[in-house]
């Protein structure tokens, strides 16, 4: 019996991955929502769930730990995508990676006059790359959330964060100055994992990969 462990994040993720899953025939037992286990059975005797933190997904998949996973594209820039194969976008979690500032903040004449600007964010890979290719000098500074409060706690000029609706940047007086990417999350598969388990593997892929374009 080849078993099938695929790692997912609680949250939009799950939420939003469920219907991809059941369209594969995969039942998760329980909602991580609810239920304080980490790991989750399904319907199928060989296949479980494991709850991880959004940004560890790449991690368990790219040891094997997980055969499967979903994660965003922001969490695999920042992975770097080492020993994983991502064959699908699923068009799930979609949001926006963005440049932000406070209200009143000029920022076109910031980078115009070429100042240093002091940049917090999450994402550091991906903001360090975005600012390198517009030729803007930056200190970055990493935060592990809350990016929105740095600018109004004075620790940053700006911030690079995600957003969908942008009530979040908005309740803190925020603006979006500029659009890095868009981010939707993506199936990772395990390199090693795919060819030792190709067949099992390949029908979820392919049947995941039909519910996307229904
Ligand atoms: P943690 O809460 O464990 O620090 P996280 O905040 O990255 O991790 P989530 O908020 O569940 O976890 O986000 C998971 C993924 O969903 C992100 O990596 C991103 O791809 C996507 N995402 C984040 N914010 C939004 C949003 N506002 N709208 C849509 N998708 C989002
Ligand atoms: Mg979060």
Redesign the pocket.
């Known amino acids: 019996m080849t078993t099938i462990t695929i790692a997912l ?5 799950f939420d939003e991955t469920l219907p991809l899953l059941a369209a594969a025939g995969i039942v998760p037992a329980k909602n991580p929502e609810t239920s304080r286990k980490l790991i989750i059975a399904t319907n199928l005797p060989d296949v479980r769930v494991v709850i991880v ?4 997904v790449p991690t368990y998949v790219q040891y094997g730990a997980a055969d499967l996973g979903v ?5 695999l820039i920042e992975h770097g995508g080492q020993g994983l194969y991502a064959p699908l976008d699923l068009k ?4 926006r990676m963005m440049v932000a500032v406070p209200e009143g903040f000029d920022y076109q004449s910031a980078v115009r006059q070429g100042a240093r600007l002091k940049v917090a964010s ?1 994402y550091v890979k991906a903001a360090r790359e975005h600012f390198a290719a517009k030729g803007v000098h930056i200190d970055l500074i990493k935060l ?2 809350s990016m929105e409060l740095a600018p109004l706690a004075g620790l940053a000029d700006a911030i690079v964060d ?4 942008g009530s ?1 940047l908005k309740a803190n007086k925020l603006v979006a100055v500029e659009d890095i990417m868009p ?3 993506r199936l990772v598969v395990n390199q090693a994992a795919l060819k030792v388990k190709r067949e099992v593997l390949q029908q979820i892929i392919d049947a995941i990969a039909q519910a996307v374009e229904k």
């Open positions: 994040s609680k949250g939009r993720i933190r959004a940004s560890d994660a965003g594209r922001d969490v799930i979690a979609k949001c999450k592990y959330g995600l957003v969908s609706t979040t981010i939707s999350s």
